[in-house]
């Protein structure tokens, strides 16, 4: 099964910067999917950006797009212009036939 | 989008009992649904993988006897809880796909267990 890495357990961002949560993958599969959750308090998962694996254009969603490397398997994410919602944690995913998911990296944001 | 909802949202059992969280897809058919267990401050980790109308396969280390999961229709997936421990206590999320390969995945609310 497909292993997802997350090396930063917490990171801090300024309001209104910006910030890169680093994730890597480890599948043999070629055909797969990756991603970025989101997890508030309530616990909910909130999906943020969602990547396939055969796009090499790096996908974006308003403040936030991902910085894929396929060969590296590298997938980051970067959220700019940060905001005090913006504060949770945050989980990289990466599902072929199921979903794996990271440590999770938990962001705070200093007003 | 599509919704799935979890249902109860937070249960209080005694040890030894069981428990039955229920997992629904509302506006979609879920052909597969899968279950994860989410201890504090900790990722989610996938207990196993329910197709509907087939066993589930669990992951290495899940008591398929102690988590009885059951997916009779395309609606709907349960997890049992058996003969439940104080150290079952867990935050339970259960997601849905639809259908094919896509990785289109919806989560539930989640269902927080607190055995006595």
């Known amino acids: 099964a497909q292993t997802v890495t997350q090396s930063q357990p917490e990171m801090s961002v300024q309001e209104a910067e910006t910030v890169t949560l680093s994730c890597t993958y480890d599948t043999s599969e070629s055909d797969y999917y990756l991603f970025w959750y989101k997890q508030p308090p309530s616990r909910q998962m909130i999906l943020v950006i969602r990547q396939e694996a055969y796009k090499q254009q790096n996908a974006t969603e308003n403040r936030f797009s991902v910085n894929f490397q396929k060969a590296a398997k590298s997938f980051s994410l970067k959220i700019s212009d940060s905001q005090l919602g913006d504060a949770a944690m945050y989980f990289c995913?990466?599902?072929?036939?199921?979903?794996?998911f990271g440590a999770g990296t938990r962001l705070t944001v200093k007003p | 989008g599509a919704v799935v909802s979890q249902h109860p949202s937070w249960v209080i059992c005694k040890s030894g009992t069981s428990v039955k969280i229920e997992c629904r897809s509302l506006d979609f058919q879920a052909t597969t649904m899968f279950w994860y267990r989410q201890f504090p401050k900790q990722s989610l980790m996938l207990m196993a993988t329910?197709?509907?109308?087939?066993?589930?396969?669990?992951e290495q280390g899940v008591e398929k006897d102690k988590f009885l999961i059951n997916h009779a229709s395309l609606t709907l997936s349960t997890l049992t809880v058996t003969s439940a421990h104080p150290e079952d206590s867990s935050f339970y999320i259960c997601?849905?796909?639809?259908?094919?390969?896509?990785?289109?995945?919806?989560f539930g609310e989640g269902s927080r267990l607190t055995v006595l």
């Open positions: 997601s849905a796909i639809s259908g094919g390969n896509t990785g289109e995945l919806f």
């Open positions: 329910s197709n509907e109308g087939s066993k589930a396969t669990y």
């Open positions: 995913a990466c599902f072929n036939n199921d979903m794996r």
